[in-house]
């Protein structure tokens, strides 16, 4: 998905949310960002959100589903509880180099040395305490933002190097980091 800033009007996101009944993941679709920047704007709007679990069932609908599901065998792990030696085997299997996520130890490096509360502050200050990918503030959020590294190297402590993002958006670069690099480096420079 291309990554861009969009504004939202308030009055739109609730006519398309409650009035057209559209999901955040439609309405991200329309503006061509991330459901979750939708849920941001939602939350910064404070515009309330369906739940699934709210919708109220008939008797007569109950009855079809317990029919329905009468006699089928329950999905794996529902309503057990899992040994503590199987959770073991369960965590082993997905540690260090087995992992999805895995990235050369590269959690494990240091820092460099000019990284500090204060250059974090300063980085804080100078994207003015907001999430440079959603535009949620620090305020909205009710935590402090997380200083990235653009280039991924811990070392590489240069102001131009660093950025604010929430953790949502954090998050995501951990993913595709190419082309995150690539995407921050010409958003905030125009250049590659």
Known sequence: MEHKNIKIEKELLISLYWGNNYSSRNIGKLFGCYHTTILHYMDRYNIPRRFRHSQKHSEETKKRIGDVQRGKPKP???????????????????????????????????????????????????????????????????????????DFDKQNNDLENLICLCKSCHTKTNFNRENWIEYYRLRRFGVE
């Not at 794996?76 to 082993?92: F, N, V, Y």
């Not at 540690?95 to 990284?115: A, T």
């Not at 200050?125 to 959603?134: G, M």
């Open 76 to 150: 794996p792990l529902q309503g057990r509880t899992i040994p503590d030696k199987t959770k073991k085997k369960m965590s082993e299997a997905h540690k260090g180099e087995k992992n999805y996520n895995f990235n050369n130890w590269s959690s494990r490096e240091p820092y460099g040395k000019e990284w500090s509360h204060e250059l974090r502050k300063q980085i804080r200050i100078t994207d003015n305490y907001t999430c440079q990918e959603c535009e949620m503030t620090e305020e909205e959020l009710g935590y402090r933002l997380s200083v990235h590294h653009i």
